[in-house]
């Protein structure tokens, strides 16, 4: 009965020490050496191109930062990278436009981006017509 007790007090003390280990790991990443609370950033711009590793830089007060970011190489969206939507699905083709229009709501701004509440994205219609013989090819055979 005195192991089981012995045991049980040994599995609490590792489980304090090593929550306190994960708390002062937490710590030492928010500490940075700056008290500014009300960082500006910048928008990503990206080390070369249009997209990939970049930078983006932040002030507060008369402090200055860098930070690593990324803007995804296939994001050519006018919204930028900052703003994330949620989209709705893509409406029907228009005969007269020959596009499909679906619409965005802000969901979260990153870094203090000045985004717009409702975008629009269009595309062109596809031309081809999906045939359901497509998706049954292959099976059946033996």
Request: glycine share 10%; hydrophobic share 30%.
């Given at each position: 009965?005195q192991?089981?007790?012995?045991?049980?007090?040994?599995?609490?003390?590792?489980?304090?020490?090593?929550?306190?280990?994960?708390?002062?790991?937490?710590?030492?990443?928010?500490?940075?050496?700056?008290e500014?609370?009300?960082?500006r950033?910048?928008?990503?711009v990206?080390?070369?191109?249009?997209c990939?590793?970049?930078?983006?830089?932040?002030?507060?007060?008369?402090?200055?930062?860098?930070?690593?970011?990324?803007?995804?190489?296939?994001?050519?969206k006018?919204?930028?990278?900052?703003?994330?939507?949620?989209?709705?699905?893509?409406?029907?083709c228009?005969?007269?436009?020959?596009?499909?229009?679906?619409?965005?709501?802000?969901?979260?701004a990153?870094?203090?981006?000045?985004?717009?509440?409702?975008?629009?994205?269009?595309?062109?219609?596809?031309?081809?017509?999906k045939?359901?013989?497509k998706?049954?090819?292959?099976k059946?055979?033996?």
């Amino acid at each position: 009965m005195q192991v089981r007790g012995l045991l049980f007090l040994l599995a609490l003390v590792l489980l304090a020490a090593t929550a306190e280990a994960g708390k002062n790991k937490k710590e030492k990443v928010k500490k940075d050496g700056s008290e500014c609370e009300d960082w500006r950033w910048g928008p990503c711009v990206p080390n070369s191109k249009d997209c990939g590793l970049g930078y983006r830089e932040g002030t507060c007060k008369d402090e200055s930062k860098k930070l690593k970011c990324k803007i995804p190489c296939n994001w050519k969206k006018k919204f930028g990278a900052d703003c994330k939507y949620k989209f709705e699905s893509w409406g029907g083709c228009s005969a007269q436009t020959g596009v499909k229009t679906r619409s965005g709501i802000l969901k979260k701004a990153l870094y203090n981006a000045q985004c717009e509440e409702i975008v629009y994205v269009t595309k062109p219609c596809s031309s081809k017509i999906k045939s359901k013989s497509k998706a049954k090819k292959g099976k059946g055979k033996d």
